[in-house]
Nanobody
Framework: EVQLQASGGGLVQAGGSLRLSCAAS????????IGWFRQAPGKEREGVACINNDDGRTYYADAVKARVTISSDNAKNTVYLFIYNLKPEDTAVYYC????????????????????WGQGTQVTVSS
């Protein structure tokens, strides 16, 4: 059974930082890319960052690339998303999702390209 378990969310003050984790199981981790998406209240879900576990390449959405870092621990089948200098507009439910990287990753963001989704973790940034 494929599982993606997102964790690490919480209430943080503006200017702070947070590390989100996505623990994966049930598929060959190295053959997949893991993406982080977020959905703010009243808005559509958007891509944040993605990492190809096969070659380690990372991809970031322009809106957040200066303040986020994605990394992967292949030994633990876990992907991390570090968010720095948090702003109230970062308040959202953050989801991790997995897609096969065997045939390449471009385009990066369309949600329909992701095969599996986690349940999401809430991040709330207070001003």
């Amino acid at each position: 059974e494929v599982q993606l378990q997102a964790s690490g969310g919480g209430l943080v003050q503006a200017g702070g930082s947070l590390r989100l984790s996505c623990a994966a199981s049930g598929f060959t981790f190295d053959d997949y890319a893991i993406g982080w998406f977020r959905q703010a209240p009243g808005k559509e879900r958007e891509g944040v960052a993605c990492i190809n576990n096969d070659d380690g390449r990372t991809y970031y959405a322009d809106a957040v690339k200066a303040r986020v870092t994605i990394s992967s621990d292949n030994a633990k089948n876990t992907v991390y998303l570090f968010i720095y200098n948090l702003k109230p507009e970062d308040t959202a439910v953050y989801y991790c999702a997995a897609r096969s990287s065997v045939a390449g990753l471009h385009p990066i963001w369309p949600e329909y390209l992701y095969d599996y989704w986690g349940q999401g973790t809430q991040v709330t940034v207070s001003s």
